[in-house]
T-cell receptor, first 114, second 108 residues
Framework: DAGVTQSPTHLIKTRGQHVTLRCSPI?????VSWYQQVLGQGPQFIFQ???????GRGNFPDRFSARQFPNYSSELNVNALLLGDSALYLC?????????????FGPGTRLTVT | TQLLEQSPQFLSIQEGENLTVYCNSS?????LQWYRQEPGEGPVLLVT?????EVKKLKRLTFQFGDARKDSSLHITAAQPGDTGLYLC????????FGAGTRLTVKP
């Protein structure tokens, strides 16, 4: 079975541009969460989507938005990119909404903003 | 600011040695998870602890959740080079909060 897949694997953008990152969860998983991992830090929670609705939001500005599609795949959008948005963006999927369900992480998308 | 503080930040040891890494917080968590992350990959879940005082063992790894559910430790016995990686703890506080991790290097 395929694990969580993310695309693209690497991306270079310029300040002020916008970016869309994509995530396909494990088949049957209905929850997708997005995390930002800056070099030297642990992942920081951005969003959780479950059954196509936003179920949780971390402390990120409104430039960050996401959505989940009927097939449970998800997109993370970031507008007006800043240098500080450079990070590894991780997607995790799970069967259910709570932490009692194991999260499976994808390999991430490494975003570099110049 | 990390809600969970992990120590040490870096640890380099020889194969066969034992080690303990710590995860501390002033907050109470309904559950706490430990992950290992290798370069170029996402974190992989090792264990979830939910009960204060709980101890779980996975082969050479022993995980303990503090009685007050604010802290946890991971002990590795007879470390091997394959244990090398970034060890992250994460607590459930309505959303998952991760520590900054302990970067472990086990030299052959």
């Amino acid at each position: 079975d395929a694990g969580v897949t993310q695309s693209p694997t690497h991306l270079i953008k310029t300040r002020g541009q916008h970016v869309t990152l994509r995530c396909s969860p494990i088949s049957g998983h209905k929850s997708v969460s997005w995390y930002q991992q800056v070099l030297g830090q642990g992942p920081q929670f951005i969003f959780q989507y479950y059954e196509k609705e936003e179920r949780g939001r971390g402390n990120f500005p409104d430039r960050f938005s996401a959505r989940q599609f009927p097939n449970y795949s998800s997109e993370l959008n970031v507008n007006a990119l800043l240098l500080g948005d450079s990070a590894l963006y991780l997607c995790a999927s799970s069967l259910g909404r709570t932490s009692s369900y194991e999260q499976y992480f994808g390999p991430g998308t490494r975003l570099t903003v110049t | 600011t990390q809600l969970l503080e992990q120590s040490p930040q870096f640890l380099s040891i020889q194969e066969g040695e034992n080690l303990t890494v710590y995860c501390n917080s002033s907050s109470v968590f309904s559950s706490l998870q430990w992950y290992r992350q290798e370069p170029g990959e996402g974190p992989v879940l090792l264990v979830t602890v939910v009960t204060g005082g709980e101890v779980k063992k996975l082969k050479r790894l022993t995980f303990q959740f503090g009685d007050a559910r604010k802290d946890s430790s991971l002990h590795i016995t007879a470390a091997q080079p394959g244990d090398t990686g970034l060890y992250l703890c994460a607590g459930d506080n309505n959303d998952m909060r991760f520590g900054a991790g302990t970067r472990l290097t086990v030299k052959p």
